[in-house]
């Protein structure tokens, strides 16, 4: 597996293994904001199809409460493997363990994520990697179904905060 930021030629790629489904359009918007300098679009690779991806937002958390208690901790946001069928392989530690690294290469201490409080899963491999619990929170989402038809709710989560070496 290789894990590499996403390139201009990654983001059809993306698209064409895992559509987007948010209104606006992730892949191509999680590109952009690494464009900027906001972020890492990191996208992990096995024989040169992707099967995840997670963007590093060094601007911090979306929600204002977890910018408020963690003003300078950059999030790991948008954690993705896929297909089920490479979930407990070791992707999603390889992508937290390559943003942690490029959080040390720019010399910050700290970093966070946030996880569903229903994804018990998730949540226990970031307690196993050393996240620790800081703050609850919602978090606004909103997705077309295969219908066309546009889904908006609020996810409660815990946002999860860990010392780096």
């Known amino acids: 597996m290789e894990i590499a930021e996403c390139r201009p030629q990654d983001v059809e790629v993306l698209e064409r293994f895992m559509p987007s489904t948010s209104v606006d359009g992730r892949h191509a918007a999680r590109f952009a904001r690494q464009e900027a300098g906001e972020s890492s679009y990191l996208v992990p690779w ?25 003003p300078d901790c950059p999030e790991i946001n948008g954690l993705l493997v896929w297909p089920e069928s490479v979930r407990s392989l070791g992707v999603g530690t390889a992508l937290i363990h390559a943003a942690e690294e490029l959080a040390l290469r720019r010399g910050i201490g700290l970093m966070g994520l946030g996880v569903g ?49």
Do not use: S
């Open 46 to 70: 096995i024989d040169g199809t992707p099967v995840g991806h997670a963007e590093v937002r060094w601007t911090g958390g979306r929600a204002p409460e977890v910018r408020a208690a963690h």
């Open 117 to 165: 409080e229903d994804n018990a899963r998730a949540a226990a491999l970031y307690a196993r990697l050393g996240y620790m619990p800081t703050l609850v929170y919602l978090d606004p989402r909103a997705h077309v179904d295969a219908e066309g038809v546009l889904h908006e709710y609020a996810e409660r989560c815990r946002f999860l905060v860990k010392k780096l070496r």
